[in-house]
T-cell receptor, first 115, second 110 residues
């Protein structure tokens, strides 16, 4: 049973560029949440997707956008990259209809460096 | 005030020591609480859920005090492999996002 997968594992971009990160949830999960973790800090919630719609959003600018596909996989897009966007981006999957309760399972993350 | 706060750390303890981490949360409506463990440059992994009655899993004990809006994690007989960052997590409502604390780093020394 594959867990949460993310791609790519590492990425280097230049200020002003755009980036797309990808996530496939754990089998049986229908909800994907994205978090940004800066060095030395706890993860910060970006947004959550369920039924292909953004259901919740954290305190992030509109430069951060996302999408969820019918197979529940998800993308995170960041436009006009800033140096401060350098972080580990974590995807977490969960189920609104299953028996896992509140638990979220995290992928290994994508480490984004903006130069 | 931040939604979830933790001991700033780092904690450097010898093998075999007992260490306790504290976490406070600001939203009294919060319903669910967890401790996650994060190894260096890895993703967070669930260590244990925290129940109102308190719960124990081997060397780990978690306590919740709703009146004081306080959560704790106790690690007994520390092992070198316990070295990691411990993240306190709070959920306000079912299905909503996790709110993470900043984490407390633990180094267990030989």
């Amino acid at each position: 049973d594959a867990g949460v997968t993310q791609s790519p594992t590492h990425l280097i971009k230049t200020r002003g560029q755009q980036v797309t990160l990808r996530c496939s949830p754990k089998s049986g999960h229908d909800t994907v949440s994205w978090y940004q973790q800066a060095l030395g800090q706890g993860p910060q919630f970006i947004f959550q997707y369920y039924e292909e719609e953004e259901r919740q959003r954290g305190n992030f600018p509109d430069r951060f956008s996302g999408h969820q596909f019918p197979n529940y996989s998800s993308e995170l897009n960041v436009n006009a990259l800033l140096l401060g966007d350098s972080a580990l981006y974590l995807c977490a999957s969960s189920s609104k209809t299953g028996t896992d309760g509140y638990e979220q399972y995290f992928g290994p993350g994508t480490r984004l460096t903006v130069t | 005030r931040k939604e979830v706060e933790q001991d700033p750390g780092p904690f450097n303890v010898p093998e075999g020591a007992t260490v306790a981490f504290n976490c406070t949360y600001s939203n009294s409506a919060s319903q669910s609480f967890f401790w996650y463990r994060q190894d260096c440059r890895k993703e967070p992994k669930l260590l244990m859920s925290v129940y109102s009655s308190g719960n124990e899993d081997g060397r780990f004990t978690a306590q919740l005090n709703r009146a004081s809006q306080y959560i704790s994690l106790l690690i007994r007989d520390s092992k070198l492999s316990d070295s990691a960052t411990y993240l306190c997590v709070v959920i306000v409502y079912y299905g909503q996002n996790f709110v993470f604390g900043p984490g407390t780093r633990l180094s267990v020394l030989p």
